[in-house]
């Protein structure tokens, strides 16, 4: 089935340095999303991509569909505390359901 | 107002009992889900419903039997419990295809 690979799976950083994250999949994807998960929470929204190329931004947040539509990153600028959780991408191709990635733990240190 | 609610947000009880877990939404919502998380944090679809009808059914043990009274609700029986079973259990619901909105979810320990 289909699978995404998530990297890095952490991340531990300084208050106000800019993160990186990207998923990427072995088959061609037609809509990615962009998750945060805290603790003791659901995975809330962030973003959604439905075009390849795609760039969309959330307030410090901004993510891309990748060219190749196998792929996608989620850029945090100037981090802030309240960043830290689990971000997932998730990922939808031919069939009916999200797939989603393993997550990439993200903690920023004031 | 909340979105997606689900009850009870913690549920401990013991090997081979039978428990069901609620889900509403009120968000107009044609489509349901549950999700399983397990201990590494993965989620993995186990149903969907699109207006009471099922869609997705992953490979589920059959002792895992969700129920859609409505377009609004979508609970989620379990017989038998096992260890294995143990994890935190999410009901989303979404209306724009795949934008799903979770619930705060339910952690299921089994002893």
């Known amino acids: 089935g289909q699978q995404l690979n998530q990297s890095p799976q952490s991340m531990f950083i300084q208050e106000g340095e800019d993160v990186s994250m990207n998923c990427t999949s072995s088959s061609i994807f037609n809509t990615w999303l962009w998750y945060k998960q805290e603790p003791g929470e659901g995975p809330v929204l962030l973003i959604a991509l439905y075009k390849a190329g795609e760039l969309t931004s959330n307030g410090r947040l901004t993510a891309q569909f990748g060219i190749t539509r196998k792929d996608s990153f989620l850029n945090i600028s100037a981090s802030i505390p309240s960043d830290v959780g689990i971000y997932f991408c998730?990922?939808?191709?031919?069939?009916?359901?999200?797939?989603f990635g393993k997550g990439t733990k993200l903690t920023v240190n004031p | 107002d909340t979105a997606v609610s689900q009850t009870p947000k913690y549920l401990v009880t013991q090997m081979g009992n039978d428990k069901s877990i609620k889900c509403e939404q009120n968000l107009g919502h044609d489509t349901m889900y549950w999700y399983k998380q397990d201990s590494k944090k993965f989620l993995k679809i186990m149903f969907s419903?699109?207006?009471?009808?099922?869609?997705i059914n992953e490979t589920v043990p059959n002792r895992f039997s969700p129920k859609s009274p409505d377009k609004a609700h979508l609970n989620l029986h379990i017989n038998s419990l096992e260890l294995g079973d143990s994890a935190v259990y999410f009901c989303?619901?979404?209306?724009?295809?795949?934008?799903?909105?979770f619930g705060q979810g339910t952690r299921l320990t089994v002893v």
């Open positions: 419903y699109n207006n009471k009808e099922l869609i």
């Open positions: 998730a990922g939808q191709g031919g069939s009916e359901k999200l797939v």
């Open positions: 989303a619901s979404s209306h724009r295809q795949f934008e799903a909105f």
